[in-house]
């Protein structure tokens, strides 16, 4: 997956249905290609219907798919590769009620019905137990955009999570992250499922409170990893994430006429969907290179997870029902341009100062006494080779003075450290000298500039003898 020359990958899961479009909707064989097909007497609400067929290529459906299935065909692959440094997406796009949040988190209180978010921790938790030999640090955030503010679903002051004018989404160095959303340390498997539940809990919770709709809500879960090698001397570590993006629901609210608080949230979600839309529109035309992150909060903070540098995956929720066939059309396209994102992402390897320095410091120790048994059999006794101090470097300047002079005959070399202070001190004198020479010529003569021809004018009237000029 992270070969180069890949792309997002898409699969389609469909809602289960007693009355799927099997006339409607023709899975191919392959298990890669959708047509639809729609007869000229039906019209199931498609606006523009000129058309009538379409073809869709996809990595796989995932139809009458078990929790189990679904995780294994979308997921799985990718969080291996987070654990290696890679950072990996996971985002569920459809209209509402088509199966996002089932997908992502899933049915609770129904071990075997839980989504794609427990079933990562759970993998990213046994992985680290198998990987002796890394020391992995296990974080977690859970962000919630609505009507363009932030929410921290995570925010530990009170219950209720209120929209925070502190956080703000960054872009520096280390990648796209929300300033001020708290980030949870979680030890164990249970920690990090306890954070979801309680973000869950205070999404509902927030969602009465301050009347939201949560199916207008897009929520991005975070894993946060940074890994270590056991073995101290190793200074590399890799940081990586792993978003979990439950998108608000894709279905287009202009047609419905809503009003007030309605049309406000239709306008903002389709906005930010809309926004999304182009960003991948730029980004699967390898010619742009300007991608617009930077309308809408969403774009903004998955700005590094839509492809690019990050194992993406889009899993596109539909319904298979004829009435529902212009809105699965809707979710298909989008689904087809995601698909051509290129996605080729690579390690970004960090240092650990602290470790880089004890490394350093144990390899100097090796080398001074690699000069100490060099010193000993070439005879070469008392040679210290640390930096000199004021006294040493006087020493020397005095030796090069001497030489100048003619008092000294040659400057014995004793290390390249010496050679190093010996050059400059030559060049110390050396511009002591030059000054003290054009203090002499000032006294002696005016001196002009060369450009300046009035001054040079002016003098040469008056008969100056003593003229410089420079
Ligand atoms: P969305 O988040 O896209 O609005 P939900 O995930 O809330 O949709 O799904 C709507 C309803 O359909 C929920 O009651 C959910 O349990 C059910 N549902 C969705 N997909 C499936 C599925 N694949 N199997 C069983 N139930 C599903
Ligand atoms: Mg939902």
Redesign the pocket.
């Known amino acids: 997956m992270s070969a180069k020359g890949s792309n997002v990958r898409v699969f389609v899961?469909f809602?289960?249905t007693a009355n799927f479009a099997q006339d409607t909707i023709n899975l191919g064989e392959d298990n890669k290609t959708i047509d639809i097909h729609i007869k000229k007497d039906e019209k199931f609400g498609v606006v523009n219907n000129q058309r009538s067929d379409w073809s869709f290529k996809v990595d796989g459906f995932l139809h009458n798919?078990s929790q189990d299935s679904v995780y294994n065909a979308a997921a799985e692959p990718v969080v291996s590769k987070v654990l290696d440094g890679y950072n990996g997406t996971i985002m569920?796009y459809?209209?509402?009620?088509?199966?996002?949040?089932?997908?992502t988190t899933g049915?609770t209180g129904n071990y075997k019905?839980r989504g794609i978010i427990p079933r990562v921790l759970q993998q990213v938790f046994k992985e680290i137990e198998e990987r002796s030999e890394q020391s992995v640090t296990v974080r977690v955030s859970y962000l919630e955009i609505y009507n363009e503010t932030l929410f921290d679903l995570l925010s530990t002051l009170p219950d209720v999570p209120a929209p925070d004018t502190q956080m703000t989404i960054v872009d520096d160095a280390q990648g796209v992250s929300v300033k001020g959303l708290s980030i949870h340390h979680a030890s164990s498997e249970e920690d990090a499922m306890n954070l979801l539940f309680e973000g869950e809990t205070n999404r509902i919770i927030g969602s009465h409170i301050l009347n939201k709709n949560s199916?207008r809500s897009h929520c991005i879960f975070t894993i946060h990893l940074e890994s270590h090698s056991r073995t101290l001397s190793n200074a590399k570590y890799t940081i990586s994430k792993m978003n979990l993006v439950?998108l608000a629901?894709s279905e287009r609210l202009g047609k419905t006429g809503s009003e007030g608080q309605i049309l406000k949230e239709a306008a903002y979600i389709n906005k930010s969907l809309t926004f999304l839309e182009q960003a991948i529109i730029a980004l699967a035309d390898r010619r742009r290179d300007h991608i617009p992150f930077r309308q809408s909060k969403l774009t903004y903070a998955l700005k590094d997870s839509l492809g690019g540098n990050c194992n993406t995956v889009l899993v596109a929720?539909v319904y298979g029902e004829a009435a529902q066939i212009s809105e699965t059309l809707s979710t298909l396209r989008f689904a087809s341009r995601m698909k051509c994102i290129p996605a080729e992402s690579v390690v970004i390897e960090h240092y650990d100062p602290v470790r880089v320095a004890k490394n350093l410091a144990k390899e100097i120790a090796h080398l001074k006494q690699e000069l100490a048994i060099h010193d000993t059999l070439a005879n070469r006794t008392n040679v210290s080779y640390e930096p000199f101090n004021e006294s040493q470097i006087g020493e020397i300047n005095t030796q090069v003075r001497r030489y100048l002079d003619g008092n000294l005959h040659e400057i014995d070399i004793i290390n390249i450290r010496q050679i190093q202070e010996v050059c400059s001190q030559f060049k110390i004198i050396l511009s002591q000298q030059e000054q003290e020479v054009e203090a002499r010529l000032r006294q002696k003569y005016t001196l002009i500039d060369r450009n300046d021809y009035v001054a040079i004018a002016a003098a040469q009237k008056v008969g100056m003898g003593n003229l410089w000029i420079t």
Do not use: E, I, V, W
């Open positions: 899961r809602r289960p798919a569920c459809g209209q509402t009620g088509a199966g996002k949040t089932f997908t049915a019905l199916s439950d629901g929720n």
